[in-house]
């Protein structure tokens, strides 16, 4: 052996050496980093339970939604949503009434788990949004702490179901606690507590399938000890990691990661006892096969697993949670599995090989001469290998091309969980997706809490519900869902017309009035004329009266002058009578008297007549002047009712023609009320007087924010919101937002829209975007690797183009499978994530088998198509049993509940055995034997670079023949013809 062979084996002898010089050494430290690692670590589904991070990135347009809604309202940032849901066999009353109060007071007491809750029953103007039709249901929406799919997510889910739960409810109740952020956080816990028993199963999977290959207690051993080993070092290290923050951990890349260690090392333990066992087979000693073995295998075993490494460590530039977190977590675990396999196997099988633990259990391998009597036909007519295997793998990649991807979340959990049961409940009372609206924000500069600023909200709440698929819009102008019936213009004209009605009916009363006032008027016309006469009558009376006392003033004057004279003339006598003071006594004096007193007594008489008479005159003189000016006002009194007279019958005529107008209004209007009721349509108006309600203040509170100058509107509709319909209608949405904002009062608001249509729709672009970045990257890294071990590019780009076909081939198969018989669309991670482990495996086995292809052409300076025929004798067994326990480890994923999983196993299995079956065993060697010389064409440096590698001491044969040395595999020829 020359020293450049020397040199190129010099880095995996080395490492042979110390591990088989060092076993027991190598074996107790990787016993005692288990160990330790375990006992110091905490478990890796704990670390993904505390540091598991969201389901999409924090900067994606929903989240940064999500976060301006919660700075407008002051309701939480976070985008986990769940609800509350009360189910009855009757309809809800007051027991359940309070009921629901209390756990509604628990859950806002909760400062740890809910940032918000969002209680519509006890609003009567909001309550139909979320109390059934039937009365029997209700639901309320809960907004818990963390990001969707994180940890605190998941962690407020549980604790505030069991919160919920709980209570005893009234009977006949059902609690249900579901919802968006519920239904991830089932998933990942479902995930979590199966991953134990698909763990286990798959162990025992590989462990029965071990013992039925190598028919012995022992050999399985090795491969399974490697792996326990593995396992129990890379779980701790993903912890570690995780657990600073140094790689993203989730529950998911902790269950892949356990498949991936299981099928990878177990792989690379069989490629090792395979070569192995060929060397003992062709009589080499313990020692020396060992040596060959650990030389020929560890290349490929430290290619394999930097290539499947190297490729899922292309995950972490994915942009969904999902995809980002099972990158470097398995790309730890094969790298550890890779590093467990280059050490501490040959160190097991060092000590069990030494004791002829490990020998096979024939001496003439019966396998190894089928593959070969495989690879002669392969060699000899490549032409029909590849029509038949090309055929094959087209019809299985020819339902690739109806390949739709599922983004319900609902169908990746069994109908039996919680979760669902809680989404059947409400599917019962309710209309579809009541739990899954779209929520638009607007942000205006200025208060929206007007008339004007309703009538705005209205006109986009009208335009969103234009929208087909669209069943009911609450906003801040239809609380409910539907337009106030007091709030539509042609309500309220139904109601002007009943007030007109009412008032004509009123009108009507007061026009009989009318007509008996009418009637009483003319009555006192007639006695105001009769007045009138009278009153003429009288003035004529009281001139006669005047003349009369006139005269009888004149005759007083003259008595009462002639008295005086009389009285003038009888002095003397007067003072007679009063000189003589006994003048009563006197007789004569007596006798004067009697004539003295009465001429006094008639001049006295006379004067008060007089007086008395000037009275009577000034008296009738008033009595004529009050006369003449009542005599005037009866005139105008007169004049008066004559006008008022004209105005009733005017007023009555009037009337007559007012009554058939306010009639055909009142029809007019109530029948525009009937027209429009129930429509949606007729127009919209609420009075400032209504922002005095204090129902409609509850409800501008759920709509607007505290300031006035956002308000929100949730968009409810059919179709699957978790899928293509969800984010078409978010597209939809923006649209008529677009269109109803570009003039009045909205013009130049900010307009947002969040959702769970939204998200999907989000989750759509990101997933496609990863995956065309995981393809290009992964596959140039793969095709890089390859290039670098094989030194041809025409033998990598066949390695690699065979891996993309194999990968096409699977997505198909299980697209038929899946979407078409059994119905449920491939669940978005499973391309992604089959493309990743596909390639990455696939091109190992492809690799084994193209290194021993070369190895055989090179070394041992056979003929391509001896070449091809020693390789397979070499690797067939040897592949497809690690390609067959590869594939069931992942197809062991099966037997889990959640959909997303047993689709990825079932795709990674599929594609596995597609691979090892058909690629590996017939397109690949059929290529290569077409391809003839070309297939190990390469340029220049890498001739030079091969040529340096390989050249070597082997001892050509004749054309058509060589021999293997002793170190280098079987001894014998093989004859190609």
Not at 534 to 544: E, N, R
Not at 709 to 728: C, E, H, S, W, Y
Not at 818 to 847: C, E, F, M, R
Request: proline content about 5%; hydrophobic content about 50%; glycine content about 10%.
């Amino acid at each position: 052996m020359n020293v450049a062979l020397k040199r190129s084996g010099s880095v995996w002898n080395a490492i042979a050496a110390f591990c088989s010089k060092h076993a027991a050494l190598v074996i107790v430290f990787w016993v005692l980093l288990a160990g330790a690692s375990n006992l110091l670590v905490p478990q890796i589904e704990s670390v993904a339970r505390a540091h598991g991070r969201g389901f999409l990135p924090s900067d994606a347009a929903v989240n940064l939604a999500g976060r301006e809604m919660a700075d407008q309202f002051h309701d939480g940032a976070s985008n986990n949503l769940a609800y509350l849901v009360l189910e009855g066999d009757h309809p809800l009353g007051s027991a359940e009434r309070a009921f629901h109060d209390e756990l509604v007071a628990k859950l806002r007491a909760d400062v740890n788990y809910v940032d918000s809750v969002l209680d519509l029953w006890p609003d009567p103007l909001t309550a139909s949004a979320v109390v059934s039709t039937d009365g029997k249901a209700v639901y309320t929406m809960v907004r818990l702490r963390g990001e969707l799919g994180d940890g605190a997510a998941v962690h407020a889910v549980q604790a505030v179901r069991e919160m919920v739960l709980s209570p005893r409810p009234p009977p006949g109740v059902q609690v249900y606690l579901t919802g968006p952020g519920a239904t991830i956080a089932d998933q990942i816990t479902s995930v979590d507590h199966q991953m134990l028993m698909i763990t286990g199963l798959t162990t025992v999977l590989i462990a029965t399938l071990l013992f039925l290959v190598y028919r012995s207690p022992v050999t399985p051993a090795v491969p399974l000890l490697t792996v326990g080993v593995a396992l129990a070092v890379a779980r701790p290290l993903v912890a570690l990691l995780g657990a600073h923050d140094v790689i993203e951990v989730s529950i998911f890349s902790a269950a892949l990661l356990a498949a991936l260690v299981l099928g990878s090392a177990t792989d690379y333990g069989i490629f090792l006892l395979g070569r192995y066992h060929e060397q003992l087979r062709a009589g080499a000693a313990h020692d020396e096969a060992l040596r060959v073995a650990n030389r020929t295998i560890s290349p490929v075993i430290a290619a394999s697993g930097l290539t499947v490494a190297a490729a899922l460590s292309c995950l972490a530039f994915a942009h969904v949670g999902l995809l980002r977190s099972a990158g470097l977590p398995c790309a730890v675990g094969v790298f550890t599995g890779m590093v467990a396999s280059l050490t501490f196997l040959p160190a097991l099988l060092q000590i069990v090989g030494k004791r002829d633990l490990a020998r096979p259990r024939t001496t003439h391998n019966r396998s190894a001469r089928r593959w070969r009597a495989i690879g002669t036909i392969i060699a000899r007519w490549p032409g029909p290998v590849l029509v038949i295997s090309g055929l094959v793998l087209l019809m299985c990649a020819v339902p690739a091309a109806t390949l739709r991807l599922g983004f319900d979340e609902l169908d990746t959990l069994p109908q039996n969980t919680h979760v669902n049961r809680g989404y059947q409940a409400m599917d019962r009372h309710f209309p579809p997706n009541r739990l899954l609206p779209e929520i638009v924000l607007i942000k205006s500069a200025h208060n929206l809490r007007d008339p004007a600023g309703l009538i705005a909200v209205e006109r986009v709440s009208k335009q969103i519900m234009a929208i087909p698929g669209i069943y009911m819009v609450q906003s801040a102008s239809r609380p409910a869902g539907t337009m106030p019936e007091q709030a539509a213009l042609t309500s309220q004209a139904g109601v002007i017309a009943d007030q007109l009605d009412a008032n004509a009916a009123q009108l009507n009363g007061r026009l009989a009035s009318i007509d008996k006032f009418s009637s009483t008027l003319e009555q006192f016309s007639a006695s105001v004329a009769q007045l009138q006469r009278g009153m003429t009558v009288g003035v004529g009376g009281i001139d006669q009266l005047h003349d009369s006392v006139d005269i009888m003033r004149t005759g007083l004057d003259q008595l009462r002058g002639n008295a005086s004279q009389m009285a003038a003339e009888i002095d003397p006598l007067r003072n007679f009578t009063q000189s003589n003071p006994n003048c009563a006594g006197d007789g004569i004096c007596s006798l004067v008297l009697k004539v003295v007193e009465p001429v006094d007594a008639t001049v006295a008489a006379t004067g008060s007549m007089t007086h008395g008479m000037s009275s009577i005159d000034t008296s009738v003189r008033s009595m004529r002047s009050g006369f003449s000016g009542a005599e005037s006002s009866l005139t105008t009194m007169r004049a008066a009712l004559h006008q008022m007279n004209a105005l009733v019958a005017d007023v009555k005529g009037v009337s007559g023609q007012i009554q058939p107008m306010i009639s055909t209004l009142v029809e007019y209007l109530r029948g525009m009320r009937e027209d429009f009721q129930g429509s949606g349509e007729g127009g919209f108006y609420l009075p400032e007087r209504a922002w005095h309600d204090p129902a409609f203040q509850r409800a501008s509170e759920v709509y607007f924010a505290p300031d006035g100058k956002a308000t929100r509107i949730l968009v409810f509709g059919n179709g699957k919101m978790f899928g293509p319909d969800g984010a078409q209608r978010s597209a939809d949405i923006v649209a008529a937002l677009k269109a109803a904002t570009k003039e009045g009062t909205l013009a130049g608001s900010t307009l947002i829209n969040t959702g769970f249509g939204t998200g999907i729709g989000e989750l759509h672009a990101y997933v496609v975007e990863d995956f065309s970045l995981l393809a290009k990257v992964s596959l140039a890294l793969v095709f890089l690797i390859v290039l670098v071990m094989l030194r041809s590019p025409v033998a990598a780009v066949v390695v690699f183009g065979t891996v993309v076909v194999s990968y096409v081939s699977a997505i198909g198969i299980s697209t038929l499978i899946w979407q078409d018989l059994v119905g449920k669309d491939l669940h978005w991670p499973v391309t992604s994530i089959a493309l990743i482990a596909l390639v990455a495996v696939g091109s190992d086995y492809n690799l084994l088998m193209t290194m021993r292809m070369r190895e055989e052409v090179s070394r041992h300076g056979a003929g391509l198509r001896t070449g091809i025929i020693r390789a397979f004798g070499g690797t067939g067994g040897v592949v497809t049993v690690a390609g067959i326990v590869f594939g069931i480890t992942m197809l062991a994923m099966m037997v889990g509940d959640v959909l997303s999983i047993q689709q990825v196993g079932a795709t990674i299995g599929v594609g596995l055995l597609i691979d090892t079956l058909i690629v590996r065993a017939f397109l690949v060697p059929a290529l290569a034997s077409a391809l003839g010389q070309w297939f190990w064409w390469s340029p220049a440096p890498f001739a030079r670079a091969l040529r340096s590698r390989w050249s070597t001491t082997w001892r050509a044969r004749p054309h058509g023949t060589s021999t293997i040395p002793a170190d280098g595999g079987v001894a014998e020829t093989v004859a190609v013809t």
